[in-house]
């Protein structure tokens, strides 16, 4: 079974910047695709960026483009989320989900990690 962990969340000034973490542990893991999501308040989730497990593509929406990177370390089961020039409009709790199969639906889910973003 797949557990997902985020960290790194945390509160900073407008301009900031702050590094996720999501750490997969348990069984061997080889997701097809890992993404980022976020829900503001009073939103609905969001995705935000994912990234090809073997390969590296990735995709951005277009409000992240320039100040977010998503990366990955496969050896480490770990995927981040650089975000630089944060905004108050990026106020959300993150969270980085697993799609197992090109197929599927992202399938597993992490907790969640709290950004706040303060003008």
């Known amino acids: 079974q797949v557990q997902l962990v985020e960290s790194g969340g945390g509160l900073v000034q407008a301009g900031g910047s702050l590094r996720l973490s999501c750490a997969a542990s348990?069984?061997?893991?080889?997701?097809?695709?890992m993404g980022w999501f976020r829900q503001g308040p009073g939103k609905e989730r969001e995705f935000v960026t994912r990234?090809?497990?073997?390969?590296?593509?990735?995709y951005y929406v277009d409000s992240v483009k320039g100040r977010f990177t998503i990366s990955r370390d496969n050896a480490k089961n770990t995927v981040f989320l650089q975000m630089n020039s944060l905004k108050p409009e990026d106020t959300a709790v993150y969270y980085c989900?697993?799609?197992?199969?090109?197929?599927?639906?992202?399938?597993?889910w992490g907790q969640g990690t709290q950004v706040t973003v303060s003008s």
């Open positions: 989900a697993a799609q197992m199969s090109v197929w599927a639906p992202y399938s597993y």
């Open positions: 990234i090809n497990w073997s390969g590296g593509t990735t």
């Open positions: 348990g069984r061997t893991f080889s997701p097809y695709r």
